[in-house]
DNA sequence: CCAAAAGTAGACCGACTTGTCTACACGCAA
DNA sequence: TTGCGTGTAGACAAGTCGGTCTACTTTTGG
């Protein structure tokens, strides 16, 4: 494998088990194999290193989610296979992503809270992403054609509810079993829909 | 004020605004203007500093809500309350709690991912509390009143929200100002009500 | 085939970390 | 007065941090 990966690989691992500032460059090192000379050969710094780290969680990620939501073609669809993802994820079933450690870039951002930090801002970024997709997916919907305030709207609370979820998965230890309930999830996205496509969206899902 | 008060806020702001790890003891030392000595009289170690950090701030945000719900009666009042205050929050406008950094507990678990060490325990206590505090609020009401199931999930769905909300206004900078609509919110809550009752909820609020 | 590039191993630097310890000052109570 | 508790000021220990550098080896491409 490319060293360069390689060395992302080994970091990201460390650093999202363990947190940032309490893994150290000799650390990464002794884990990958690699010479602290070829280290500071691919990454001018350990600074540059975490963005690397970041940009490929970010890849990662969104590329996992993507995949999971890909066959959604109704709104509730979309919110059921989201929390359902996420349930897995936490469950450490998700291999792509790990063993679960909340979410890389709410972590990271804790340890760097000055927000015009290159860090800070990669972590904001991963989440405009994510709430981008996640509106994507909303407005390509026939429920959500052309309505695409409402589309906003509905990803901006499901996107609030994935980071809740994520966050009382990693601090108390137990997930949300709520958001997998079919019936509660479909008064929420109900809402979000006009009147008269509410009862499509019911007979297809 | 008492030294070891003094420490303790000193420590607390300090470790809220910049993270536990990029603040070093001798930052507390110098801003608190205390000797080294007098800091580990009172404090055996850096750790057991946090864990009094932590909670002094339990109380006070715990406190501070408490306070924001005294006069909720319904339901909707109550989640119409919490998303009220952490908006005002997150705007900087509770003095008590400082300069809005999302939430000390959560930032401070990324920190320490063990999840049996005593700091990542009192941080996912803390968690406990408050949706302990949201679960009692909603019993109290007359919607709820013997029907803890009901209450416990509404808490639970609140709970998950605020964590997402703090947490987005963390990261990316942006609150949801969709918690705030009262059309909405009167749906998410109206969701946990017993039917003969919703009027009841209706007419009050 | 040979030079350049990229790798390894690890000593070393200065700055920083938590935590201990000495030396000294002040106030209070017996 | 004496002695104790609590404070200050800061040197110091022992270790870690990110990062640089030398010396040597391996890989690779023209």
Redesign the interface.
Known sequence: MDKRTHIINTALTAFY???I??VGINEILKESGVAKKTLYNHFVSKDELICACLEARDKRFNHWLNDRLKNCDTPFEIASALFGSLSIWIDNKAIELGDF???F?????????H?DHPIAIL??AH??AV?QLLFDKLSQTTQFKSKSEKAK?LA??L???????I??A????SS?Q??QDPL?LR??VQ?YIPKPLQDADFSVS
């Open positions: 088990q363990k947190g500032h309490a450690n909340g979410c870039f709410i972590n990271t951002a804790a340890e760097f809270p927000s972590c904001s989440k405009k709430l709207q901006q609370l996107m609030t509810l994935k980071e809740g979820m966050c009382q990693r601090v108390m230890h949300n709520l958001l509660l008064q929420l809402s």
